[in-house]
Structure formats: C-alpha cells, structure tokens
C-alpha cells in the first residue's frame, strides 16, 4: 500500500547587504517628491542596497550564492547531496552590472556550490517567483522524482528606485512603488518531511491575468536603467485583495475544511508596506469571518524584498525568537501577474 510523500522546509538561509538607506536618504534623492512622507505612506523606515562594486560580491549572484551557503550550512546537507537546484531572481546581475540570461543562474548556482550532479533550471514569476520554485520542489519531492533541493533568489531591487529617483516628478507616478524596494537574497532547502510537525501541508497558487497590467517591471522609457510602473490604488483595491482569501476558502471548502480549522499561528503576507499587509489581514479576516493569526513582517526595516519577502520574513523571525518552532505558519503570495495563493507549513527542526 502506497503512501503520500510530503516534503518539508529543511533550512532557510539569507543574505542582507551591509549598506543601510534611510527613507528620508532616499527621499533627498527625489526632488519631486516635494514634503510627501515615504515613510508614513509605506512604513518603511530603511532598507539594504547592494555595493555596486563587483567585488563586494553583492549583485543579483552573489547575493543568492550567500544565501545558499546560509542555508547549506543550517542544514545536515552538502552540496553534492541536492538533487536539484531552482533560481527565482527577477534581477539577474551578475559581475556588477551585466544582465545575464544564459547559461542560467541555477546552473552557474549549482556549479559554483559544487552541487555537480544537480538538475537546474530558473523560474520567472514575478514576486512570486520563490513560491512558484517551492511549488515546483514540493511536487517533484512528493512525486519521488527529487528528494532533496534547493530554491534560492537573490535581488538587487533598488535599481529600480534609482531610476524612479531620476525620474519621478510627484508622487502619483507610477514609479512610486519602487521606493519601497530593498535589496537581500534567500534560500530554502527542502527534503522529504517524515513527521506531521516538519511538514508543508500543502502550496497552492493561481493567476488572475485581468490584473496583469498594474504592476510591470520594464527597461525605463526615459532614461538608461530598468524600471517598474504601478497603478497602487487598483492593485490594492477591495476586489483585487479578496482574490486570496476567496481562492484559499475555496481551496479548503472543497476538502470540507474551514480557515478557522487550520488553526494557523502565524501569517507572512508579502512585505509590499505596513499599510498593505494591515489591509490584506482586515480583508481576509472580513472575508473568512474568523480573526487572522499574528502576523509577521520585516518590512519596516528591509523594504520589499521581492520574491525573498516571504523566506526573508521567516528567517528572520525564526533567529530572533519572535517566531516559535512547532507552529503553523502561512505565507501568502501577492505578485505582479496577479498572482496569489498559500503555503501551510509546520516547522520545528529547520535550520536557521
């Protein structure tokens, strides 16, 4: 008689760049801005911004290398021992400033970790695009095709709010967004989950395209550098945030079960502000009439990570304490595309 395969996040590892800017640094950098408070408005107090020297070893690449090294060395696991490593990075900077392409930055990940007989390959999905690499894992780990590996995702986002320092004349340009942007890489190590309290539950994602056009990252129209344009008021209007919780209700509804029932203890949702995440929860909790769990962030200090926001949180949370082991955490996706979902997760021995 068969059994389900589950898998389990085995280890979580991070990489923060060492420089700090301040929002009102960042604001002096935008004279349009006029008085508008940036920090009052995202709750943003700082973020982290990679050295533009290649050196520093704090690009898209070398960022996400870190991180791998961070979450190797939490875990019981070597290099040689992953069966497959996914990369999840939207920035892809490599010796500084290069874009790169191809070969792929999963393969020039696994090379460089020494992971020789590991497949690879990226993904692109926008800031979901470290849960989509989880979601892919977590299949291939309960279909047996994988038994252990690796996602990882370094970003170097505040190249977009040097372009919108450049460029903005006020603050209803769609550039706005890109100064709640910050820089840091992560990674999650996952293996085959053989007890009830080190186990992903299940991930589940799902695509609006209707939405698709608020959000996009782009090669700017003005000036040389790479950009990102967002209509903030339709992204974060009623209907646009009740796509998860209805989708996640329906998610349980179908296997008889209730948001109440799951008995979460923390939620991650994705660190866009203090001003989202607080509306996110009010209109989950109004949708799924129960109160939300706790719900973690770290975005006051790091910013919109991107597609690290959600393991960076974790991470973080977990080193300090402010998390405890042996709890249900759900982290919730909210990217470009639109893209949402859940991941359930119970986690009591993962290396941090």
């Not at 070398?62 to 060395?73: I, P």
């Not at 490593?85 to 400033?97: M, P």
């Not at 990226?122 to 894992?137: I, Y």
């Not at 974790?314 to 991941?343: I, K, Q, W």
Request: aromatic content about 8%.
């Amino acid at each position: 008689m068969s059994t389900t395969a589950y898998s389990r996040i085995a280890s979580l590892g991070v990489r923060l760049p060492a420089a700090v800017q301040t929002t009102p640094q960042l604001a002096a950098r935008v004279p349009g801005l006029g008085d508008v408070d940036i920090e009052k408005i995202t709750g943003i107090a700082e973020r982290r911004v990679c050295d533009p020297d290649p050196a520093a070893g704090e690009d898209s690449f070398g960022m996400a290398l870190a991180a791998a090294r961070d979450a190797l060395a939490s875990s019981r696991y070597r290099a040689a021992d992953l069966d497959i490593v996914i990369s999840a990075s939207i920035t892809r900077f490599k010796q500084g400033d290069r874009f790169t392409f191809e070969p792929s930055f999963a393969a020039m990940l696994a090379s460089e970790l020494g992971a020789r007989s590991a497949i690879h390959f990226d993904v692109s999905n926008a800031c979901a695009g470290m849960m989509t690499g989880v979601w892919l894992l977590d299949r291939m780990i309960r279909s047996g095709t994988v038994r252990r590996g690796l996602v990882v995702s370094g970003e170097q986002a505040t190249r977009v709010a040097q372009t919108a320092a450049r460029e903005m004349t006020d603050s209803y340009d769609p550039q706005f967004a890109s100064l709640s942007v910050g820089d840091s890489a992560a990674a999650v190590l996952m293996d085959v989950s053989t007890d009830p309290a080190d186990r992903i539950h299940y991930v589940e994602l799902m695509t609006c395209s209707e939405y698709s056009h608020l959000c996009m990252g782009m090669p700017s129209d003005r000036t040389q550098g790479i950009a990102l344009y967002t209509d903030n008021k339709k992204m974060h209007n009623r209907d646009r945030l009740r796509l998860w919780p209805r989708f996640h209700g329906d998610l349980l509804a179908k296997s008889g079960r209730s948001f109440a029932g799951e008995e979460f203890d923390y939620v991650i949702q994705h660190q866009v502000g203090t001003r989202f995440i607080d509306y996110a929860n009010e209109m989950a909790e109004d949708e799924f009439g129960t109160p939300m769990p706790a719900s973690l962030s770290v975005v006051e200090r790091y910013g919109n990570t991107a597609t690290t926001s959600h393991f960076l949180t974790l991470c973080e949370h977990l080193r300090a304490g402010t998390a405890r082991r042996g709890a249900r955490f759900l982290l919730v996706p909210a990217a470009s595309g639109v893209v949402t979902g859940a991941l359930s997760a119970t986690l009591t021995n993962v290396g941090v």
